[in-house]
């Protein structure tokens, strides 16, 4: 079943459809969609300078000794018995593919061979843009919804193609888009206005936690590394972290290249050198917390005895 809206008329016999809140002004009846006249001294008549303009025009030739022509926008629409006429009463079973109103209600229809198909939830066009249509009827709705040639972002119906390597939710989830369209195929980093996030064949990825480079921007040349919990990027965090290529010093949620020492995770304390864990590394390490028996990169706790010209008790020189 399609959605009716309310119609008022004003005293300059406009007709406005509402739903939703949105109102698309008709003015005359029809010339929104349905029609206006102009001649040949319009030089460029730019379609998206409004908001629908009928998509068929005829040829008149005027008989006379200039061979001036007219053109005239014939008016398309669907009727009382949900068929596409066009020049007033005139149908065309051959008309496809395309979402054009229905004056009498202000509900929008899409054509299939001349008439309103009850179609599953599809993304039709017109000149305006690209509509959600459901049941063969636009459906006024906000939110990313599925169709049948996949899930599309829409704000009062229209799909909003510059929703683009952005991150929307719906009640699924949270997705990846890409010209108002989620990207299944997207793996990688994205961010919107709430922080930034590990997405997975399009959808967001809570079971991420890691390093990851960085592929969006975010830091210097793009160049820096950012540690990822949960599959959001912990700008808080100081840590050591791991990924492929080692275990990594974190500050503010970023590898410190420049870091050489004794750092700490849930794990224990490790050596690292430029930012990364030395796991070959064997000897004395001082902190601001003593010197420390080391071997193979990690502080041995339980270590007592001499080594490296100290007495160690419980890993710690004494």
């Keep these: 079943m399609h959605s009716k809206r309310r119609i008022k008329r004003d005293k300059k016999n406009c007709v406005q459809p509402e739903a939703y809140g949105r109102t698309v002004k008709v003015r005359w009846g029809y010339l929104m969609l349905l029609g206006i006249l102009f001649s040949l001294e319009v030089a460029a008549f730019s379609a998206n300078a409004q908001e629908l303009q009928p998509e068929r025009m005829q040829a008149i030739k005027k008989a006379d000794n200039q061979s001036s022509v007219n053109w005239k926008l014939v008016s398309q629409e669907i009727n009382e018995k949900n068929e596409y006429v066009y020049d007033g009463d005139k149908t065309d079973d051959t008309m496809s593919d395309r979402v054009l109103p229905k004056i009498s209600d202000g509900s929008w229809g899409y054509v299939m061979n001349g008439k309103v198909q009850e179609t599953a939830s599809v993304n039709a066009a017109n000149l305006a843009g690209w509509w959600h249509v459901k049941n063969g009827w636009v459906d006024w709705s906000d939110g990313i919804l599925e169709t049948a040639d996949g899930w599309h972002k829409y704000v009062g119906g229209k799909q909003e193609v510059t929703a683009n390597e952005t991150v929307e939710s719906n009640p699924g989830g949270w997705f990846f888009l890409k010209d108002g369209t989620v ?63 080692g275990w990594w010093k974190i500050r503010n949620g970023l590898v410190d290249f420049s870091y050489t020492g004794l750092a700490y995770n849930e794990t224990g304390w490790y050596y690292l050198q430029n930012g990364m864990v030395d796991f070959g590394y064997c000897g004395a390490v001082q902190n601001e917390f003593g010197i420390w028996y080391v071997e193979n990169g990690r502080v041995d706790m339980a270590y007592d005895g001499r080594a490296y010209g100290y007495y160690f008790s419980g890993g710690k020189a004494q």
Excluded: C, R
């Design 183 to 245: 990207d299944f195929s997207y793996t990688g980093l994205a961010q919107n206005e709430n922080g930034i996030f590990w997405m997975k064949a399009g959808g967001f990825d809570t079971e991420m936690t890691g390093v990851v480079p960085d592929t969006i921007g975010v830091t210097k040349d793009g160049s820096g590394w950012l540690y990822l919990h949960g599959g959001i990027f912990d700008a808080n965090a100081d840590t050591i972290a791991a990924n492929e290529a």
